[in-house]
């Protein structure tokens, strides 16, 4: 088959496409002949060489496909050959071909086309397990999301609409904003002309937000922490902003608030699979019935994944990049 690899770490160009071994399925696996994947920030990590995968995954990039099941491995049941799917991966989703776990396999959702499913697993996964799973944002609560217009962001406003929340989201110029209203966030901040500790208190009566879902990390903590409602929940899942800040305890404890950092792509196989279930429990419907979807910048050819990924670098887009491979 042939991959996107990294022979040296660097800019796009250090992106290259090769012909490589092709992947086996082990035991609980299933061999995923790939038609689409998406651009993800830990993509551009690794290829920088910041982020390598954990072990005994892929060494190609990629956190998540959509394609169809070309082979199953020792011990796989309630799935077969031909079957279109999307998946969740710690790697080798820019690739023809890749093995997962099986317990990381989704169906299509109803009403989406099989390229466009590839940009589901990663941002429903995060969404689901942090703003949910962990955090616990219950209805007529407030959600801020910082880039909202991210693949990240457009999920997370949808989903907390549609349990009955409130939603604040931080984006870069009034483009992305309204993209972020369309979407139905309540509180559109502009982070390069306000200040969002002060939007989100004056637009919850002083309250503060009852949940932070953070990309920016050390940047932002202490003005989250300030952000943040008696209660809150801080989620930190990016650390674009950095990973070393200073962190007055005295005004956690005040709010009797939790701060949390949680990543994905190292979590036991068990761990995702949970993950993986809840989300086909609880979002898959949501999808089918249209109220939520998976918003697409735009597509690339697999080969100039290079390409797509100076589009994420740039910051102009609004949902996700995908991926697509030649057949």
């Known amino acids: 088959m042939h991959a996107i690899t990294i ?18 399925p082990g035991e609980g696996e299933v061999l995923v002949e790939v038609v689409a994947s998406a651009v993800n920030r830990a993509d551009l990590l690794q290829r920088r060489g910041h982020y390598p995968p954990p072990p005994g995954a892929s060494p190609y990039p990629g956190l998540e496909c959509s394609g169809r099941i070309a082979a199953l491995g020792p011990g796989v049941s309630g799935w077969s050959v031909g079957d279109e799917v999307c998946a969740l991966l710690a790697g080798g989703g820019y690739a023809e071909k890749v093995a997962v776990p099986a317990g990381q396999l989704l169906p299509v959702p109803d009403g989406v086309d099989l390229v466009t499913a590839a940009a589901l697993p990663e941002v429903v996964c995060t969404v689901w397990s942090n703003v949910f799973m962990i955090a616990h944002l219950r209805p007529g609560e407030t959600l801020l999301v910082h880039g909202g217009a991210s693949g990240i962001g457009t999920m997370a406003i949808q989903l907390a609409k549609a349990i009955g929340a409130r939603v604040a989201v931080t984006a870069g110029g009034p483009e992305k904003l309204a993209a972020c209203r369309e979407l139905g966030a309540d509180i559109l901040i502009d982070y390069r002309a306000q200040d969002f500790v002060e939007e989100v208190r004056g637009a919850t009566d002083g309250a503060g937000a009852d949940v932070i879902l953070d990309i920016m990390g050390a940047k932002y903590l202490d003005r989250n922490v300030s952000a943040l409602a008696v209660n ?19 005004a956690l404890l005040a709010k009797n608030c939790a701060v949390t950092g949680t990543g994905l792509r190292r979590r036991p196989l068990s761990e995702k699979a949970a993950i993986v279930a809840a989300v086909r429990e609880h979002v898959w419907p949501l999808i089918g019935g249209g109220r939520v979807r998976p918003i697409v910048h735009g597509t690339f050819p697999l080969r100039d994944a290079g390409a797509a990924q100076a589009v994420l670098e740039e910051s102009g887009h609004v949902g996700k990049v995908l991926l697509t491979a030649d057949r």
């Open 7 to 24: 022979p040296e770490p660097g800019g796009p160009e250090a992106l290259v496409w090769a012909e490589v071994p092709d992947p086996v």
């Open 232 to 250: 809150g929940r801080l989620v930190i899942i990016g650390l674009q902003g950095g990973t070393r800040a200073e962190l007055n305890l005295g």
